[in-house]
């Protein structure tokens, strides 16, 4: 089993930055991708950016390319997002996501990832 935990969302004004964590324990070996997802009220979730644990090549979602950068810490099973010349649209409760297949697999589809985190929100405001 593993479990993942968010942390770092909180108010921010257009233009400025937040960074999000995600904390993973129990058996984090089996893991192959790692992903950050959105949901934004009324909307479904959508995949934002992915890493691949072991060559950490990473893939995002064209809203966020340039301004979002989702980086890992395999020793201390880390996974962050940071968001950068936030928009008020990149106003969404974020979860942190993983699944022990592929990302080129995996990638932007919710439904095959396995485990989920509980969210973090996050409110741009103009």
């Known amino acids: 089993q593993v479990q993942l935990v968010e942390s770092g969302g909180g108010s921010v004004q257009a233009g400025g930055s937040l960074r999000l964590s995600c904390a993973a324990s129990?058996?984090?070996?089996?893991?192959?991708?790692m992903a950050w997802f959105r949901q934004a009220p009324g909307q479904e979730r959508k995949g934002v950016a992915h890493?691949?644990?072991?060559?950490?090549?990473?893939i995002y979602h064209d809203s966020v390319q340039g301004r979002f950068t989702i980086s890992q810490d395999n020793a201390k099973n880390l996974v962050y997002l940071q968001m950068d010349n936030l928009k008020p649209e990149d106003t969404a409760v974020y979860y942190c996501?993983?699944?022990?297949?592929?990302?080129?697999?995996?990638?932007?589809?919710?439904?095959?990832?396995?485990?989920w985190g509980q969210g973090t929100q996050v409110t741009v405001s103009s």
């Open positions: 996501a993983a699944d022990r297949r592929a990302c080129a697999y995996v990638a932007g589809n919710d439904r095959r990832f396995s485990t």
């Open positions: 890493i691949t644990r072991s060559t950490n090549r990473t």
């Open positions: 129990g058996n984090t070996d089996i893991l192959q991708c």
